[in-house]
C-alpha cells in the first residue's frame, strides 16, 4: 500500500505518532515519479534537491507536525510563480524562466503550513486548451490509460495525483481546468468562488476569470488544502475581504434540507443518456439522504461559451502583450530591429493555440469590432449573471 492511499489526516496521524518521518513521504513521491512519469509526464521541473533538505529538517520539528499540511509533498502547477524554482507556464517563451524572485501568495502559504513543493506540474500552454497537448513540452497522460488525455489545461496536477505521484496538487481553472481533468483522472478538484483565493503569482490568461483551486484524491483533503490557501490578500486587487470558513468542520456527511437546483439547459441536446442518467441517479441519492431538488432555467447558458471565448482571449491579448523578449523570456537571436525582435520573439516563443487567441482577441478588441464582440460579450456575461 502506497502512502498516498491514506488521506491527509490519517498522514498526519502517522506523522505525529512518528510512525512515519516526512522523509519516507518525499521518499515516495520521487519513487513513484520516477516509476512512472515517463509515461504519464505529469511533472515539467523536480525540486528534488530542496525538497530532500526540507523534509530532514522538517523532520527535527516533529512538535510541529499537528498542522494539517505539516511534511506532505505537493505539485503545483506550472503557471504559479515558485521563488528560484523554474516556471515555465508549459510555454518555450518561458522555457529560461529559471529563477523567479518571488513565491506566488498560494506557494507562500504553503510554505507558512510547511508543505514541501516537490515540483512544478505540466499544463496547456498559458492555460490554453482542455486535453493538455497544448503543452509546448510533452503531451500528459491519463494514468488510467497513457493512450487517453487527462484533461486540461490542469492535466498535470490532476494525473500527478492520480497517478499516486504526490497525494495533492494545486491547479488553476479559467474555463474548467481544475473540474474537467479532474474529472477526467477520477480525483476532486475545486474552482473556488473568484476572490476567495489569491491570484497574486498565478501567469495571467483571462485574469476576470482565472482562479487557483485544489486537486486531492478525497473531499475531506480538498477542504483542508483549501483552508490552508483561501484568504484576503493585499497584493491581489480582486481577493475578497471575507472570513475564511472551516470547511473541513462542515463535512458531516447530512445534506437534510440541502436545496439543490437542477438547470434543464445542462441536461438538454448533446448531453448522452449515459450522463443523464448517472445525474438523475445521484439526484435520487441526494433524495433518499433528505436533499431536495428542483428544475430551473438558466435561459442565457447557450451564450455562455461564446461570451467565454471573447472575454478569455481578449484578455489574453492584453496579458500576453507583456511577453516580448524585452525584460524576461525568451528572446530572438539576431533581429535586425527592435520591432523585428518583438515579431520574431513571439512567433518562436508561442504556441499555435496561443496565437490563435491572441488573434482572436486581438481583434475582438480593435477599433471597429470593440463595440460589436467585446462589449457585447461582457453585456451578455451580465446577463448570465
Not at 482562479?211 to 484568504?231: H, K, M, S, Y
Request: proline fraction near 3%; glycine fraction near 8%; charged fraction near 25%.
Amino acid at each position: 500500500m502506497s502512502l498516498f492511499d491514506y488521506t491527509l489526516r490519517e498522514l498526519q496521524e502517522k506523522l505525529h505518532n512518528q510512525e512515519i518521518r516526512v522523509t519516507d513521504l518525499v521518499d515516495e513521491s520521487y519513487k513513484r515519479i520516477e516509476e512512472v512519469d515517463g509515461q504519464v509526464k505529469a511533472f515539467l521541473t523536480l525540486n528534488e534537491e530542496a525538497a530532500r533538505a526540507q523534509a530532514a529538517e522538517l523532520d527535527q520539528q516533529r512538535g510541529d507536525s499537528a498542522a494539517k499540511l505539516f511534511g506532505l509533498p505537493i505539485g503545483v502547477k506550472d503557471n504559479i510563480v515558485t521563488k528560484g524554482l523554474r516556471t515555465t507556464a508549459g510555454s518555450q517563451i518561458l522555457s529560461n524562466f529559471n529563477d523567479p524572485l518571488y513565491d506566488a501568495t498560494v506557494v507562500k502559504k504553503l510554505n507558512d503550513a510547511k508543505s514541501i513543493t516537490i515540483g512544478k506540474l505540466n499544463m496547456d500552454e498559458f492555460a490554453m486548451g482542455s486535453s493538455n497537448e497544448n503543452s509546448s513540452y510533452d503531451a500528459v497522460r491519463n494514468p488510467w490509460n497513457t493512450d487517453y488525455v487527462p484533461g486540461g489545461s490542469s492535466g498535470g496536477s490532476a494525473a500527478a495525483v492520480a497517478a499516486g505521484e504526490v497525494p495533492y496538487s494545486l491547479g488553476s481553472d479559467t474555463g474548467g481546468s481544475i473540474r474537467q481533468p479532474a474529472a477526467y483522472c477520477g480525483v476532486v478538484g475545486l474552482k473556488p468562488t473568484y476572490g476567495r483565493v489569491s491570484r497574486f503569482g498565478l501567469v495571467a490568461f483571462a485574469s476576470s476569470l482565472d482562479q487557483i483551486g485544489p486537486i486531492t484524491r478525497n473531499v475531506e483533503d480538498n477542504a483542508f488544502l483549501l483552508e490552508t490557501i483561501a484568504g484576503h490578500d493585499n497584493m491581489d486587487s480582486t481577493s475578497a475581504n471575507v472570513e475564511v470558513p472551516n470547511y473541513s468542520e462542515a463535512l458531516t456527511g447530512d445534506v437534510k434540507g440541502l436545496k439543490i437546483a437542477v438547470p434543464k439547459e445542462y441536461l438538454s441536446e448533446g448531453v448522452s443518456s449515459e450522463v443523464k442518467e448517472a445525474v438523475q441517479a445521484a439526484l435520487q441519492k441526494y433524495e433518499e439522504l433528505g436533499a431536495t431538488w428542483e428544475e430551473v432555467s438558466l435561459p442565457h447558458s447557450k451564450y455562455a461559451l461564446s461570451t467565454y471565448y471573447l472575454i478569455a482571449s481578449s484578455e489574453a491579448s492584453a496579458n500576453l502583450a507583456r511577453f516580448d523578449g524585452v525584460r524576461y523570456g525568451k528572446r530572438a537571436q539576431d533581429a535586425e530591429t527592435m520591432l523585428d525582435m518583438f515579431k520574431r520573439s513571439r512567433a518562436e516563443g508561442f504556441g499555435d493555440e496561443v496565437k490563435r487567441r491572441i488573434m482572436l482577441g486581438t481583434f475582438a478588441l480593435s477599433s471597429g469590432y470593440y463595440d460589436a464582440y467585446y462589449k457585447k460579450a461582457q453585456q451578455v456575461r451580465t446577463l448570465i449573471k
